[in-house]
């Protein structure tokens, strides 16, 4: 079965700080690869997603991603977070024909003014 | 992409009773999941609901518990039965996208659940 690893449970950084989240997935096949952000009190939205061509994909308000599929990652970076960007993070992935996706256990951002 | 609404958007239930959550999309989608997200965690599927069949159950999750309606295209239902505290969490409605974001998965806004 696939699984999703988040190594930050918590990360806490200041405004104009560059952004880092990790995500490692265990399935070796073709998979569909995405972030997810959960602003507080809100519902969850895509922030980004890789399907296939290049590995550096850009998403909504300045996030990007690498896909590096000889380490299984696909890693959320911001070059400068704002306060507006305190939420939590969910990296998922979808895999095989079920179409179903499983998502890491979360990362939550504080962003400190 | 899809438009995803749920009703109720949240409620406190006493132990023992059932809550039937329901799940409405903008347009005709083939699957439909459903998720619990448990406070402080991430989410878990509990099934996938594809009309005309019965639901597919995740580990841990059985439809006793659980009993899933998929009566047409746009529409499904998740109930919670004989709830416990265990089971205060955020329920979440999900579909793929059709045509190019056949890949993605939209959610709805989430069911917050308080059993007391």
């Known amino acids: 079965a696939q699984s999703v690893s988040q190594h930050n449970h918590h990360v806490i950084l200041s405004e104009a700080a560059s952004l880092e989240l990790g995500c490692n997935y265990s399935?070796?096949?073709?998979?569909?690869l995405f972030w997810y952000v959960q602003y507080p009190g809100q519902h969850l939205q895509l922030l980004l997603k890789y399907f296939s061509g290049d590995p550096l994909v850009k998403g909504i308000k300045g996030f990007e991603a690498e896909f590096i599929k000889s380490k299984f990652s696909f890693n959320l970076r911001k070059p400068s977070v704002q306060w507006s960007d305190t939420a939590e993070y969910f990296c998922a992935v979808l895999s095989g024909s079920a179409r179903q996706l499983t998502f890491g256990s979360g990362t939550q951002l504080t962003v400190l003014p | 992409s899809a438009v995803i609404s749920q009703k109720p958007s949240r409620d406190i239930c006493q132990r023992g009773t059932s809550l039937t959550i329901q799940c409405q999309v903008d347009?005709?989608?083939?699957?439909m999941f459903w998720y619990r997200q448990q406070p402080g965690q991430s989410l878990t599927l509990i099934a996938t609901a594809n009309q005309g069949s019965e639901a597919t159950y995740e580990s841990g999750f059985v439809i006793d518990k659980f009993p899933i309606s998929r009566p047409n295209l746009t529409f499904s239902t998740l109930t919670v039965s004989n709830m416990s505290p265990e089971d205060s969490s955020i329920y979440l409605c999900s579909t793929n996208g059709a045509g190019r974001s056949y890949n993605e998965q939209f959610f709805g806004p989430g069911t917050r659940l308080t059993v007391l």
């Open positions: 347009s005709q989608v083939t699957m």
């Open positions: 399935y070796g096949g073709t998979v569909n």
